[in-house]
């Protein structure tokens, strides 16, 4: 049993992000095509689309994956994101939208398959590093590291899922007060995700999450809701 119109979904995920949180709210909806090229090589491609505040466009991603299997529960990656975003920084420089580039690369162990435990149940740690240049402010490089759990009900086309992931930023923020001089911490932000993955076809399916993000630097908190379809194209 599939659900093969899963646009209308999508649809309603918005429209319950619009009315049930306030202010800090983000609404993301994407599209990934993945592509097999053998046992050991995967490409991605992908478009997400971000809402701030339930009705504020904030920016759209263009992503490119190339993820490579080493052995069972092993791989490495390599990625790149071209984002088009409304400038944060319009008010001194006038430019209203920027273009910024993010290139990222990491390690994916999946800890169940690795000792061949569970075909059903993941258990994955991904380690990523990421540069983001920016065109209007200072560039980052970013380590990033996430926890994943996952269960896939047998005949059962939900599969529920939850991550944890932890971002340290390397080139810390220096704050000058009149007497004294401060080093920001490393750790900038916590994110969390709680949500369910539908089998809508034997190739396609729709990941639907409620997330917080956590700035741990600012004490700023922001609600986010997610919802991704991915088709495989092998």
Request: with cysteine; hydrophobic share 35%; charged share 25%.
């Amino acid at each position: 049993m599939y659900i093969t119109k899963p646009y209308f979904l999508l649809v309603a995920c918005s429209l319950i992000s619009n009315r049930q949180f306030n202010a800090q709210c983000s609404t993301r909806m994407g599209l990934n095509l993945n592509k097999s090229f053998s046992k050991h090589f995967d490409l991605e491609a992908g478009y997400q689309y971000r809402i701030k505040n339930s009705s504020e466009f904030d920016n759209s991603n263009i992503d490119f994956k190339w993820c490579q299997h080493w052995m069972n529960g092993i791989e490495t990656f390599l990625k790149y994101r071209n984002s088009f975003e409304n400038n944060k920084d319009s008010d001194l420089n006038s430019k209203i939208h920027a273009f910024n580039n993010r290139i990222g690369f990491g390690l994916n162990i999946s800890f169940l398959r690795l000792f061949d435990i569970s075909k059903r149940r993941k258990i994955d740690w991904t380690i990523t590093q990421q540069y983001d240049n920016n065109q209007f402010r200072r560039n980052s490089s970013i380590l990033r590291n996430k926890l994943t759990l996952k269960y896939d009900i047998k005949d059962f086309i939900l599969s529920p899922f939850i991550s944890f992931e932890h971002f340290y930023k390397w080139n810390r923020d220096i704050v000058y007060a009149s007497d004294e001089i401060t080093i920001m911490s490393g750790s900038r932000s916590w994110r969390m995700f709680a949500g369910i993955e539908i089998e809508t076809s034997k190739k396609s399916s729709l990941r639907v999450a409620t997330g917080l993000n956590k700035r741990i630097d600012t004490g700023n908190q922001q609600w986010i809701i997610n919802a991704e379809y991915s088709i495989n194209l092998d």
